[in-house]
């Protein structure tokens, strides 16, 4: 008898859940055979990444001795892929209009051809910030640690992949891309931002980029890193508004500062110190610091002033 109530009351509920999902809410169930696919998306980064750079993600799966043979099967398959989820995108976010499946499958493949035929520019400008993170840190061994290990030219070439399917107004896929190398590496990186060539993440866990943020060459960004808008709170009515910095060429923004606002401009050649909250522009050449705290010790009986505190190599010691 107990097991026949239990029954009844799951069929219950199951029956009352179903019946919610025809109250036409914004998060009611689709079709779930006709949507983008986020592990498809996933298993497409590795790949790219394996496209932009060979010989370093190789799949152990193909069994192919020539390169050239490798790789075509590579750019083939991922050509395929990304055709598919793409046209699956143009149908699923319906922010292209109206289309039908034959002009969505015209478009899907111009869109896919064109990414491709764009991959040389995008090495191109991967190879200048794996030469920027070479040059900024002197804990780099070898170019080869770099891509292998650093999570900020993992998100940085993630990035430049979404970018270039955002500027060919792609729903939806770009974000899947940049939030995929989010959780990867802890930073985030809009895919509608625009950065330039020589572009430098140091450690980068904590990094916030905006979509509207523009960002010159040589720029260097250290850990927990907000280039953020000032106020969200127009909503919808601030989309396609610049709401991000601008940051110009060869500008250092040190850890935990946060840079705010779409009219704020870093100027060239500046220096951000860490901790900064900035919401107004820096003309060039300034360097932006906060004075130092008072430091403040205590003992179980004593405030102690910071000239009687001396430090030692294991701890301080008080004079």
């Known amino acids: 008898m107990e097991n026949v109530i239990r029954e009844e009351e799951i069929n219950g509920i199951v029956k009352k859940i179903l019946a919610d999902y025809k109250g036409r809410k914004n998060i009611d169930a689709v079709n779930i055979y006709n949507k983008p696919d986020k592990t498809e998306m996933r298993e497409m980064v590795h790949d790219l990444l394996r496209i932009v750079f060979p010989g370093y993600f190789r ?6 001795y020539n390169p050239n043979n490798y790789y075509a099967v590579i750019i083939e398959d991922v050509f395929y892929h990304l055709n598919k989820q793409i046209m699956l995108a ?36 991967v190879e200048t910030d794996l030469l920027a993170a070479f040059d900024g840190d002197p804990a780099a061994s070898c170019f080869e640690e ?70 010159g060459k040589n720029v260097k960004i250290y850990q927990g890193v907000t280039i953020g808008a000032l106020s969200t709170r127009g909503g919808q009515k601030l989309s396609g508004k610049k709401r991000h910095p601008t940051i110009k060429d060869n500008v250092t923004i040190y850890a935990g500062a946060s840079i705010l606002g779409g009219d704020t401009v870093i100027g060239e050649n500046s220096v951000i110190g860490g901790n900064a909250f900035i919401t107004n522009s820096v003309p060039a050449n300034t360097r932006v610091s906060i004075k130092n705290p008072e430091m403040e010790y205590r003992t179980k009986d004593n405030l102690l002033k910071t000239e009687e505190i001396k430090q030692s190599d294991e701890w301080y010691y008080i004079i």
């Open 146 to 215: 770099i891509i292998l290990a650093y999570p900020g030219i993992m998100a940085i070439t993630v990035y430049r992949l979404a970018h270039e399917l955002y500027k060919l107004k792609v729903p939806v896929l770009p974000r899947l891309m940049t939030e995929y190398a989010h959780s990867e590496s802890g930073i985030d990186i809009h895919p509608g931002a625009t950065i330039d060539k020589y572009f430098f993440i140091d450690h980068g866990t904590g990094i916030v980029i905006g979509e509207t943020s523009i960002i």
């Open 90 to 125: 143009l149908d699923f976010c319906k922010l292209r209009g109206t289309m039908t499946g034959k002009e969505r499958k015209m478009e899907s493949y111009r869109i896919s051809r064109e990414f491709f035929e764009n991959i040389p520019l995008i090495r191109e400008y």
């Open 59 to 64: 799949e152990r799966t193909y069994k192919i």
